[in-house]
């Protein structure tokens, strides 16, 4: 059954630096998404992504997030300089025209 | 007024007991609902899918949606111990938009 995996499973990194989280979605889901849980707390939608561009972005999506399709399998999330309450669960999820979301199983990230 | 509601639980059944599980919302103009469930430090998995009001069953699961209530159900038939997990409520305004999440039940079944 296909399914959307995510690298790395667990990612630290110092304060300040930048970090690339990496998704491979479904091969024929056209919709992409980034998702983020902070420990205890519910999942909170990032991004979404269509046609080479973002749809919609929430307002924890600022100018430290950028979201990138660099070829035709893969969809990243960078992060351009961490802060210490970036530290979460991240979920790539993906979608076809049906709407239902699947999701990855998360990077661990971890901001020291 | 929060926007999606969910009891966090924990919520401990013995097992064979059903298990229910609801969310209420604030925004009436959601269409789509969702129920996922989450083992710990894994992804969400898709377990229903709601359109609109009204029911849907597969397998042991029936999903229940009243949209006049804005109140939203999962039910968990002959419960086993494989079912405990964090079951997360999910809704969306329109088709692939971002998902509005609740805060998850933590569901324990007994053996």
């Known amino acids: 059954e296909p399914e959307v995996t995510q690298t790395p499973s667990h990612q630290v990194t110092q304060m300040g630096q930048e970090v690339i989280l990496r998704c491979v979605p479904i091969?024929?889901?056209?919709?992409f998404y980034w998702y983020r849980q902070i420990l205890g707390q519910k999942v909170e939608f990032l991004v979404s992504?269509?046609?080479?561009?973002?749809?919609?972005k929430s307002e924890i999506f600022d100018d430290q997030f950028s979201v990138e399709r660099p070829d035709g399998s893969n969809f990243t999330l960078k992060i351009r300089s961490t802060k210490l309450e970036d530290s979460a669960m991240y979920f790539c999820?993906?979608?076809?025209?049906?709407?239902?979301?699947?999701f990855g199983p998360g990077t661990r990230l971890t901001v020291l | 007024q929060k926007e999606v509601e969910q009891d966090p639980g924990p919520l401990s059944v013995p097992e064979g007991a059903i298990v229910s599980l609801n969310c209420t919302y604030s925004?009436?103009?959601?269409?789509?609902f969702m129920w996922y469930r989450q083992y710990s430090r894994k992804g969400p998995e898709l377990l229903m899918y709601?359109?609109?009001?009204g029911n849907k069953e597969d397998g042991r699961f029936t999903a229940q949606v009243d949209k006049s209530s804005k109140y939203i159900s999962l039910f968990i038939r002959d419960s086993q111990p494989s079912d405990s997990a964090t079951y997360l409520c999910?809704?969306?305004?329109?088709?692939?938009?971002?998902?509005?999440f609740g805060k998850g039940n933590q569901v324990v079944v007994i053996p």
């Open positions: 999820a993906s979608s076809s025209l049906g709407n239902e979301q699947f």
């Open positions: 091969s024929n889901h056209l919709y």
């Open positions: 992504f269509y046609n080479n561009e973002i749809s919609e």
């Open positions: 925004n009436s103009a959601f269409q789509y």
């Open positions: 709601t359109y609109s009001s």
């Open positions: 999910a809704m969306s305004l329109y088709g692939n938009n971002r998902l509005a």
